[in-house]
């Protein structure tokens, strides 16, 4: 695999076959994770209400909601506002430069003074060249901020709309440069990371047009607004799916330090921006996940987990720790060593999300201790011996489905011993008796009956361990008692061949017609 390809997000060696799938399923997720990512937390896109410099004329609360007329004359306004600025464009007399400014301010108002900005009314009147022209180069600041941030506005509109700004990309670009002032600069950034958060073919033009550089270069600050647009940007830009971009932006000099640096000082906004630009390093390319795991980052991330209540923080900590974890087992071997401090830490912290409130926070705690259960035995005593255990069986029988999948692949993988190559893998029978006589079984059995494929196997896989691996051939006892049989039964005519093969092979096996003979 190339340095940069995506990495191989590793789970389970329950049973080869699943661990692909999960890998697949997981690495697809971290690519577009953005969706999740913004949908009631921090959107893909933003709307600029108040400027960089802080000014901004509107009165946000009061002009959240707007009635049908108010819309229709919003509209009436913007396409007048647009002829304003053509007309103040094209004028030469004394005092063009003011107004061209009042233009472009009344323009930016009417495009701030919504949730859902006029946007097609100001591209159906002709706005985007005019726009363009006021971003040329030595124009003077205030006519540079109030295009950008108009432009910033229409980007944040549906995708044809933020398309139209291809035009006023190469100026954007060129303005993040160090001869702007910092005001522009960041509205230039902000701008670019709405089109960026539109989706791929966005960002590879934004890629071919230069635009990482200089966004790379306006994180390096310790602090300030613009280091969190620029942040925020970027985190859209290199999101893949393809991991040149990652690897292209932990090589700029200076980043690596300064996302090591925002993790260790920085305010939680801050770092909220910088945790997401980890994740995609680290889900996507294998280099920067190389260089990521040789730096103090996940001693860093364990603190921000453990220290940190915020749900806009923690989730991309989260995903950040489990990414860095989920790559080969020696990756995992060389960043948690079992009796270490730094383990014991990641631990702790996956506990504490494991009893948090937050659905998302169980969820991807249950996946990042799934991988580490899947490394070698000393991990999964780890895990076994440690507070997980009990939350992870409370889980599996009162979660939401989508949690008790994941919480089923960390209780599997800690029945398993690593084996290399295919086959049966050996089991660790002192953690499957303690876990079924805990009752788990049950929990497995009902993933049986789900409609997930994925989930339909991981249960099979669980209860073929039973079968198997209980003393005195108590497993298919205790299989028939929670149904078992009748779940397995239910896949033999099923379309999938995998599972119909799976369950008749386990019926045939262990309930056949010898089945019960002996007592």
């Known amino acids: 695999m190339a340095d940069g390809s995506p990495v191989s997000h590793r789970r389970d ?88 400014v009042n233009a472009l301010r009344e323009l930016r108002r009417l495009l701030s003074k919504s949730d859902f ?26 006519q540079l901020l109030e295009a950008a941030w108009c ?53 590879n033009v934004l890629l ?20 969190r647009t620029a942040t925020w940007a970027l985190s859209n830009l290199i999101k893949g799916p393809d991991p040149k971009a990652a690897t292209e932006l932990i090589k700029v000099d200076g980043v690596l330090d300064a996302i090591l640096r925002h993790l260790r000082k920085s305010d939680e906004e801050l770092v909220t921006e910088v945790a997401w630009v980890v994740v995609y390093l680290s889900a996507l390319s294998n280099f920067a996940t190389g260089v990521l795991v040789k730096s103090d980052v996940l001693l860093l991330l364990v603190e921000r987990l453990a220290t940190s209540n915020s749900l806009q923080l923690l989730i991309p900590v989260l995903r950040s720790l489990g990414n860095l974890v989920a790559g080969d087992s020696h990756t995992t071997s060389t960043v ?46 780890l895990i076994y011996s440690s507070e997980a255990v009990p939350l992870l069986l409370r889980l599996l029988s009162t979660a939401p489905f989508d949690i008790r999948k994941e919480v089923a692949y960390v209780l599997g993988n800690l029945c398993v011993a690593p084996i290399a190559g295919e086959g049966k893998p050996n089991l660790i029978q002192e953690h499957l008796v303690s876990l079924v006589q805990r009752g788990c079984l049950s929990g497995f059995i009902d993933l049986v009956r789900s409609a997930d494929i994925e989930a339909a196997r991981l249960g099979l896989q669980f209860m073929e361990l039973v079968l198997r691996g209980m003393p005195n ?12 049989i009748d779940a397995m039964e239910r896949y033999q005519f099923h379309e999938n061949e995998d599972l119909r093969n799976m369950a008749n092979g386990l019926v045939d096996k262990y309930f056949g017609e010898d089945y019960g003979m002996n007592e």
């Not at 900005?117 to 205030?142: H, N, R, T, W, Y």
């Not at 051939?473 to 929670?482: F, H, I, N, R, S």
């Open 151 to 203: 432009l910033t506005n229409i980007a944040a509109g549906k995708p044809e709309e933020t398309k139209a700004l291809l035009p006023a990309l190469p100026l954007l670009v060129a303005h993040l440069g160090e001869k702007s002032s910092l005001p522009v600069a960041e509205q230039c950034a902000w701008a670019l990371g709405n089109v960026a958060g539109e989706g791929e073919e966005l960002r």
């Open 208 to 227: 071919s047009q230069g635009a990482l550089p200089p966004l790379a270069r306006m994180m390096l600050p310790n602090k300030g607004s613009t280091v």
């Open 336 to 381: 948690l060593v079992p009796g270490h401090e730094i383990t014991d830490g990641v631990i702790k912290v996956l506990v504490k999300c494991l009893k948090s409130e937050h659905r998302v926070l169980k969820k991807e705690a249950s996946w990042v201790l799934s991988n580490i259960a899947a490394g070698s035995v000393e991990h999964k005593q």
């Open 117 to 142: 900005p006029p946007v097609e009314a100001a591209l159906k009147a002709g706005a985007i060249p005019m726009l363009v022209q006021c971003l040329s180069f030595g124009s003077p600041d205030e």
């Open 473 to 484: 051939g108590d497993g298919p006892k205790l299989v028939e008692q929670e149904d078992g």
């Open 13 to 100: 060696p329950v049973k080869s076959s699943v661990g692909n799938v999960a890998a697949q399923r997981r690495r697809q997720n971290a690519v577009t994770v953005g969706k999740e990512r913004r949908e009631s937390l921090v959107r893909a896109k933003r709307l600029c209400r108040v400027g960089p410099s802080g000014d901004g004329d509107v009165p946000v609360e009061e002009n959240d909601m707007i009635t049908d007329e108010g819309e229709f004359l919003l509209e009436a306004q913007t396409s007048s506002a647009v002829e304003d600025l053509k007309s103040a464009v094209v004028y030469q007399g004394k005092g063009a430069m003011q107004k061209r």
